[in-house]
Nanobody, 123 residues
Framework: QVQLVESGGGWVQPGGSLRLSCTAS????????MGWFRQAPGNERELVAG????????YYAPFVKGRFTISKNNAQNTVYLQMNSLLPEDTAVYYC????????????????WGQGTQVTVSS
């Protein structure tokens, strides 16, 4: 089992920045894939960004490319999501996720989830 704990959400004005953090504990050797999803009210949960611990490969959804950056500290089992140039449509609950195998860009590769952290972008 892998436990994921997120932090760093909050309120920010449009154009602002936030950094989310997620620390994994437990059987972290099984979490070769880590990523961030988000879910806005009435919408499905969507993959925002993901990374592979061994290869360093990173995936970004088209709607965040150039604005968000995912990074991982393997020694601390922590993954970050730096979010810049935030837009009101980025408002959602953001979830950290991890998986033991599969493709980074595929939603079904992730089978461990954090509790979520709210990000609100408004003026």
């Amino acid at each position: 089992q892998v436990q994921l704990v997120e932090s760093g959400g909050g309120w920010v004005q449009p154009g602002g920045s936030l950094r989310l953090s997620c620390t994994a504990s437990g059987q972290t050797f099984t979490s070769s894939i880590m990523g961030w999803f988000r879910q806005a009210p009435g919408n499905e949960r969507e993959l925002v960004a993901g990374t592979h611990s061994a290869t360093g490969y990173k995936y970004y959804a088209p709607f965040v490319k150039g604005r968000f950056t995912i990074s991982k500290n393997n020694a601390q089992n922590t993954v970050y999501l730096q979010m810049n140039s935030l837009l009101p449509e980025d408002t959602a609950v953001y979830y950290c996720a991890a998986g033991s195998s599969g493709l980074v860009a595929i939603k079904t590769s992730y089978n461990y989830w954090g509790q979520g952290t709210q990000v609100t972008v408004s003026s």
